[in-house]
């Protein structure tokens, strides 16, 4: 089966010194694959790469949309410029943008995938005390629906300091202002789900990725309802990796979907936002 996991961080530079040594942290192994019912794998434990791919090709033909945030050094997008021209068959890239320096957001969409190698760009407003909504990010709103820049946006769970960052609403009003902006909530706008799946349901060109929090977290129920019946077309797989492992990801999505939405949520929605089939 053909799966677009839009939620990949896989064991390179940017995240070897983050997100793959907490991992190893008691405090975040209890905030993410066990409270999630997931597993440990073999590819999370040892951060090794061809561990990864044995993992993704016993789920299928797997494909990952890798994105860039911020770490000690930065934006590493041209680390994952790098990771994209050495492995072009297992990953497609979504460039990060800093919501602080709307002019530096500006010049790497034009570098990175306007003449560069990725197909989407990815922001999180609440790691930077920013609300989606903010007029300061209008300029990097215009410039992806100019240019048909698929937008992944982290939006619920823990971004922001306060919950007031991840209100359904939020999106409402930037889907509103920009039409014919394609964005993808990363996190679903959790834990407001029924409020996330009606601003979906409502806009033609918003999708919802729920990942972690479509296994077993409180509105995972609700969730998978929307991915069977209304946002069978706007629903789209991520697994949030190295947060859980993918194989256990993958076997409880295919669990809980209905085989007439298995595909749509599994590839062919990911591959319309993406731009790479046609509605």
């Known amino acids: 089966m053909k799966i677009i996991d839009i939620r990949m961080r896989p064991p390179f530079r940017p995240y070897l010194d983050t997100m793959f040594v907490e991992m190893n942290h008691p405090f975040a192994i209890q905030n993410f694959y066990k409270n999630f019912g997931m597993n440990y794998s073999e590819s999370m434990k040892q951060a090794y790469m061809p561990l990864l791919f044995e993992e993704m090709d016993r789920c299928g033909e797997v494909t990952g949309v890798v994105s860039i945030r911020k770490n000690s050094r930065g934006f590493e997008n ?23 320096n709307v002019l530096e957001s500006l010049d790497t969409l034009q570098k990175y995938v306007v003449d560069g190698s990725c197909i989407a760009a990815f922001i999180e407003p609440g790691f930077h005390q920013y609300k989606m909504d903010d007029e300061r990010l209008c300029p990097i709103y215009e410039f992806c629906e100019k240019h048909n820049i698929p937008l992944m946006i982290s939006f619920g769970g823990f971004h922001g300091s306060t919950d007031d960052f991840c209100q359904a609403v939020l999106a409402d009003h930037v889907a509103t202002a920009f039409p014919k902006l394609k964005m993808a909530l990363c996190h679903g706008g959790w834990p407001w789900v029924e409020a996330a799946v009606r601003v979906a349901f409502k806009h033609e060109h918003l999708y919802l990725s729920p990942d972690i929090y479509a296994l077993h977290a409180p509105g995972a129920q609700s969730y998978m309802e929307a991915a069977n019946y209304m946002l069978r077309e706007k629903f789209i797989y991520g697994s949030a990796y190295p947060c859980v492992d993918l194989e256990s990801s993958v076997a409880l999505y295919l669990q809980r979907l209905r085989p007439e939405a298995a595909e749509g949520v599994m590839y062919k929605n990911a591959a319309r936002f993406l731009g790479l089939e046609q509605p």
């Open 78 to 100: 041209d680390a994952l410029a790098e990771l994209l021209e050495q492995y072009p068959n297992r990953f497609l890239g979504s460039c990060g943008l800093n919501p602080e």
